[in-house]
């Protein structure tokens, strides 16, 4: 099936479609390593004090800005967490309303040189939020770790002039 990861500012969430709970929730920040582990990350690296370490997060106002850590991010999700091949499952992922054309592009081309996903389907998350719901028409009210914001949708699609941080 299709692999989901929903990319927050405080966890990353990431599991099957269809499936009822996602099978990794880790958190977003991570430690910065030595030369043999260049990051460490998951909920018991960043609960072990290191020397020389600095906790670091690949997003800045919920878009990807260290393309490095993402990826570092995404391997030990594939690998730890879902333990599966990138290449055999379909891709959905969810994203910020404001996201920017050039971080949709990068993202797009990560997945598909980087990861080799079959398929990769990148979507707002407030449109998400209104799906989950049942409607296909909604104000998103998005309280995260960070932010809060009211997100109009309307028939599936966000009204970009209508949003409010």
């Known amino acids: 099936g299709a692999v989901c990861f ?19 929730n880790i958190p977003t920040h991570m430690l910065t390593g ?19 370490s ?4 690949p997003l800045k106002d919920g878009m990807i800005d260290n393309w490095e ?36 592009h990068k993202t797009c081309e990560m997945m598909f ?8 389907y990148l979507c707002k998350n407030a449109v998400l939020a209104a799906f989950a719901s049942g409607r296909s028409t909604a104000l998103v009210l998005d309280t995260g770790s960070v932010q809060t914001t009211a997100i109009p949708v309307h028939d ?9 941080f």
């Not at 030595?34 to 020389?52: C, M, Q, V, W």
């Not at 055999?88 to 996201?99: G, T």
């Open 156 to 164: 599936g699609y966000v009204l970009q002039h209508g949003q409010c």
């Open 69 to 104: 850590q993402c990826e570092a991010m995404l391997d030990y999700v594939y690998t730890k967490c879902l333990s599966v091949d990138s290449a055999e499952h379909p891709v959905m992922m969810s994203e910020v309303a404001w996201n920017r054309p050039a971080i949709r």
């Open 34 to 52: 030595d030369e043999s582990t260049k990051y460490h990350i998951g909920t018991n690296a960043l609960s072990f004090p290191r020397d020389k």
């Open 54 to 57: 600095e906790v670091v997060m």
């Open 113 to 120: 040189e980087k990861y080799n996903v079959p398929a990769f």
């Open 6 to 24: 929903d990319i927050g500012s405080h966890t990353v969430r990431a599991g099957f479609a269809g499936e009822d709970a996602p099978k990794a």
